[in-house]
């Protein structure tokens, strides 16, 4: 089973509310990573978590903050967004973080912030 | 450091013709891997094919194959008897998270006409 699910699909939040996205996966995997990505571009790495530590932060702002409470669960939660946050947001796991995993992705959370 | 470079932003196939998606890509580190990922309009990244640096064949899954050429630095995508379903952005992309690394190209559209 190479499925990597994500809730909600879709989420429409003001700039003042607190929202979280949620990821999960059964593969076993040990690496878990967020990513954004604008329409029509390439995405972008947020986080990434190996063996449950946050290893990799790409200078992300504070108001996002992910969360890995377990090998399974990764979350990212949502404070005070910006109008230009609005994108789709995608997790993806793979077994480790060397060069020769491919990474699995979700089905992804369309974010829109009003 | 990485760069991946897809200089087709659109391409048409007609129905159960081959296509050869580019890719070309710069990278510093002696090891490393090339991916291939299919997204349609729903959002969810899909992983095709995969071809290690030290592979001496070329990579094949299915209707995919990768056409690598190290000495050029191009794993270009081969996608044959194309289907109706095979219109999406598709993505070259190469990882090496434990160093912080997640790089995609800019991405190719393709359209399959029937």
């Known amino acids: 089973d190479t499925e990597v699910t994500q809730t909600p699909k879709h989420l429409v939040m003001g700039m003042t509310n607190k929202k979280s996205l949620k990821c999960e996966q059964h593969?076993?995997?040990?690496?878990m990573y967020w990513y954004k990505q604008k329409a029509k571009k390439p995405p972008e790495l947020m986080f990434v978590?190996?063996?449950?530590?946050?290893?990799i932060n790409e200078s992300v702002p504070s108001r996002f903050s992910p969360e890995c409470p377990n090998s399974s669960l990764l979350n990212l939660h949502l404070h005070a967004l910006q109008p230009e946050d609005s994108a789709l947001y995608l997790c993806a796991s793979s077994p480790g973080v060397a060069w020769v995993y491919e990474q699995y992705f979700g089905p992804g959370t369309r974010l829109t912030v009003t | 450091a990485q760069k991946i470079t897809q200089t087709q932003p659109g391409m048409f196939v007609q129905e159960k013709e081959a296509v050869t998606l580019d890719c070309t890509y710069d990278t510093s580190d002696p090891s490393y891997g090339l991916f291939w990922y299919k997204q349609p309009s729903s959002g969810e990244m899909i992983f095709l094919i995969y071809q290690g640096s030290y592979d001496q064949q070329n990579a094949t899954e299915g209707r995919y194959s990768l056409n690598f050429q190290k000495a050029r630095k191009s794993a270009n995508l081969v996608i044959s008897a194309s289907q109706l379903g095979d219109s999406a952005m598709y993505f070259c992309?190469?990882?090496?998270?434990?160093?912080?690394?997640?790089?995609f190209g800019d991405g190719t559209t393709l359209t399959v006409k029937p």
């Open positions: 978590y190996s063996y449950e530590k946050l290893s």
């Open positions: 992309a190469t990882f090496n998270t434990n160093a912080g690394k997640s790089t």
């Open positions: 593969m076993g995997h040990r690496a």
